[in-house]
């Protein structure tokens, strides 16, 4: 009865509010692993780029199927359902994984791979193969709820920091300043320098700009390739905004040290130069799609 009503499109707006209420409560299965989810987006900056995945994927998905019939449901997505409610719970009691590197593992069923299966099998069973097709790429951005594994802090963060450290204190050695401090902090003089915070290591713009870059990509229906091109570019692109922003900082401290009424002002200074980076980082992702497509 339900497929019937789903094939006649007798009942659009009302079926279309049973799947969603019904997608709504079937979230309740997975509480521990939301509650994870949200413990990492509030507290972790790294990571937080994820909360934007499923607001992203109902919306894309939703404008794939404006316009749309759709057509008979198909009952393989409740096996989807409840295969997807059942592996959460064996991960959480099993503790499945793959490590990686000492202390650093990866789980065997991340929870974007779980909500796909369980979104997917939604789909599929109100609005049919079709339905699925079509929302395809919104659904496959719930693979990144968790666009960074928790490892990558262990296996990249304090990496990244110590090479922006050092080519922070190479541009000051090539400016003629003597710096001293050890490791992430760096002394213009006694009591002014700045310290390499984690959030210097370029590896958070990294990833907002390469997820912000998948988006527009698909929205401004790139070419696969270009798509590929347009997301490593901006990866690549935001690393270089973070070494920018650093060399900004250090020739902001070389005037400093000559002008001293400027050393009262270096936070406003990082605030500018910030400022500054945000408004290029929003050009890139705005102009290269327009100019891709226009070739």
């Not at 780029?49 to 404008?63: C, D, K, Q, T, V």
């Not at 650093?104 to 099998?121: C, E, H, R, T």
């Not at 901006?234 to 040290?257: I, Q, T």
Request: hydrophobic content about 60%; some cysteine; aromatic content about 14%.
């Amino acid at each position: 009865m339900l497929s019937a009503a789903i094939k006649k499109q007798e009942y659009p707006y009302a079926i279309a509010a049973l799947s969603f209420t019904a997608f709504l409560f079937g979230l309740y299965g997975f509480a521990p692993e939301l509650n994870t989810l949200w413990n990492v987006w509030s507290g972790d900056p790294l990571r937080s780029a994820g909360i934007l995945a499923p607001p992203l994927a109902l919306s894309l998905s939703i404008r794939a199927w404006r316009g749309q019939r759709f057509e008979e449901g198909s009952w393989w997505g409740l096996l989807l359902i409840i295969a997807a409610l059942t592996a959460a719970r064996m991960v959480e009691s099993l503790r499945l994984g793959f490590v990686v590197l000492p202390g650093a593992m990866i789980s065997a069923l991340p929870i974007g791979l779980l909500l796909w299966f369980y979104a997917s099998g939604f789909v599929l069973l109100f609005g049919g193969v079709r339905a699925w097709k079509s929302a395809s790429f919104g659904l496959a951005l719930l693979l990144l709820v968790n666009p960074v594994p928790g490892s990558a802090n262990n296996l990249f963060d304090l990496k990244l920091q110590y090479l922006s450290a050092k080519l922070a204190r190479g541009f000051a050695t090539m400016l003629g300043m003597q710096v001293s401090g050890k490791g992430l902090e760096m002394m213009f003089s006694p009591e002014f320098g700045m310290f390499i915070a984690p959030g210097c290591n370029g590896l958070r713009g990294a990833v907002a700009l390469g997820f912000l870059a998948l988006v527009i990509g698909h929205i401004r229906r790139m070419g696969l390739v270009p798509r590929i091109c347009f997301v490593a570019g901006s990866v690549g692109f935001a690393y270089l905004l973070n070494l920018l922003r650093l060399f900004a900082l250090v020739l902001f401290y070389w005037v400093a040290l000559h002008v001293q009424g400027l050393q009262a002002h270096a936070e406003m200074a990082d605030y500018i130069i910030g400022g500054i980076i945000f408004f290029l980082a929003a050009g890139f992702l705005v102009g290269v799609p327009k100019l891709v497509v226009r070739i």
